[in-house]
């Protein structure tokens, strides 16, 4: 089962969601729910969307 939302999987451009997941994590307050957003895209198809996981998982 793929829990990577649809549209991150669709989008052509793996940069998209990477940097959906950088801007997430940059701020010294995260977000409520960081590590489940971030838990979504473990099995992202692309390496560089995979690689943002670890940032969520504070």
Do not use: F, K, Q
Not at 24 to 50: K, M, N, S
């Amino acid at each position: 089962m793929n829990s990577t939302p649809a549209w991150a999987v669709a989008e052509p451009d793996a940069v998209v969601p990477t940097e959906a997941l950088s801007a997430l994590t940059e701020h010294e307050v995260e977000p409520p729910r960081l590590e489940a957003i971030g838990l979504r895209y473990h099995d992202h198809p692309d390496p560089r969307v995979r690689r943002e996981l670890p940032d969520c998982l504070r």
